[in-house]
């Protein structure tokens, strides 16, 4: 009796070992599920801009800039275009001469409105002195004519042909004028009282200073 109950004591033992060790293989045959792995979104690209240098302007460019000043009598645009070291030289008539007056660019502004005379030259014909103020000669041999609206308009070429020597080229060497021209305004005259008015210019590293203003018009 005793024997038997030991066999099925065993008979269990063995029993309960196989259902252990079938639970073991289960659980260590298991595949635990592997996390999808995630990729970091790609940066856009920054975009790249290429800068172009900026360009001086043209002579005829600048001259279009300083004509419209002239013509608004804005003083302190012009000043902008003014050689800082030679200044800007007024002549009354085509011959550019040392005694005319100079400028400097922080002097223009001032000159409008203001009643001081000052000696311009000498009248062509009588010779008598030119002794007007800035807004007197501004009126009579600066914006004279309505010459950001001429007639014709040329580069380094004389349009208003007179009496008197244009000597832009040897008063300023290495110098380029542009010449705003009317051939006249009343038919009576035939045309000897066409008027122009020349603006020269020195370029330095590329840009273009205002040194002279000249008018030009029918003379003895």
């Given at each position: 009796m005793?024997?038997?109950?030991?066999?099925?004591i065993v008979?269990?033992?063995?029993?309960?070992?196989?259902?252990?060790s079938?639970?073991?293989?289960q659980?260590t045959?298991?595949?635990?599920?592997?996390?999808?792995?995630?990729t970091?979104?790609?940066?856009?690209?920054?975009?790249?801009?290429t800068?172009?240098?900026?360009?001086?302007?043209?002579?005829?460019?600048?001259?279009?800039?300083?004509?419209?000043?002239?013509?608004?009598?804005?003083?302190?645009t012009?000043a902008?275009f003014?050689?800082?070291?030679?200044?800007?030289?007024f002549?009354p008539?085509?011959?550019?001469?040392?005694?005319?007056?100079?400028f400097?660019?922080?002097?223009?502004?001032?000159?409008?409105?203001?009643e001081?005379?000052?000696l311009?030259?000498?009248?062509?014909g009588?010779g008598?002195?030119?002794?007007l103020?800035?807004?007197?000669?501004?009126?009579?041999?600066?914006?004279?004519?309505d010459?950001?609206?001429?007639?014709?308009?040329?580069v380094n070429?004389r349009?208003g042909?007179?009496?008197?020597?244009?000597?832009?080229s040897?008063?300023?060497?290495?110098?380029?004028?542009?010449?705003?021209?009317?051939s006249?305004?009343?038919?009576?005259?035939?045309?000897m009282?066409?008027e122009?008015?020349?603006?020269?210019?020195?370029?330095?590293?590329?840009t273009?200073y205002l040194?002279g203003?000249?008018?030009?018009?029918w003379?003895?």
């Amino acid at each position: 009796m005793n024997l038997r109950k030991n066999c099925l004591i065993v008979i269990g033992l063995v029993s309960l070992l196989a259902l252990s060790s079938c639970g073991l293989i289960q659980s260590t045959g298991a595949v635990e599920p592997t996390a999808t792995p995630t990729t970091a979104p790609t940066a856009a690209p920054t975009p790249t801009f290429t800068t172009q240098p900026t360009q001086p302007p043209t002579l005829q460019e600048t001259s279009a800039q300083v004509i419209q000043a002239l013509a608004e009598k804005d003083l302190e645009t012009v000043a902008t275009f003014v050689h800082p070291e030679m200044g800007v030289r007024f002549s009354p008539y085509a011959y550019v001469r040392e005694e005319h007056q100079i400028f400097m660019s922080d002097e223009l502004a001032a000159l409008s409105g203001s009643e001081q005379t000052y000696l311009w030259g000498q009248y062509d014909g009588s010779g008598e002195p030119i002794e007007l103020t800035f807004d007197d000669y501004y009126e009579e041999f600066i914006y004279s004519a309505d010459f950001i609206n001429p007639e014709e308009m040329a580069v380094n070429d004389r349009l208003g042909q007179g009496n008197t020597i244009n000597n832009i080229s040897d008063f300023y060497p290495d110098s380029s004028f542009v010449e705003y021209h009317f051939s006249g305004f009343e038919e009576q005259y035939e045309g000897m009282d066409w008027e122009s008015l020349r603006l020269v210019f020195i370029q330095e590293d590329g840009t273009w200073y205002l040194v002279g203003i000249v008018h030009d018009e029918w003379t003895i």
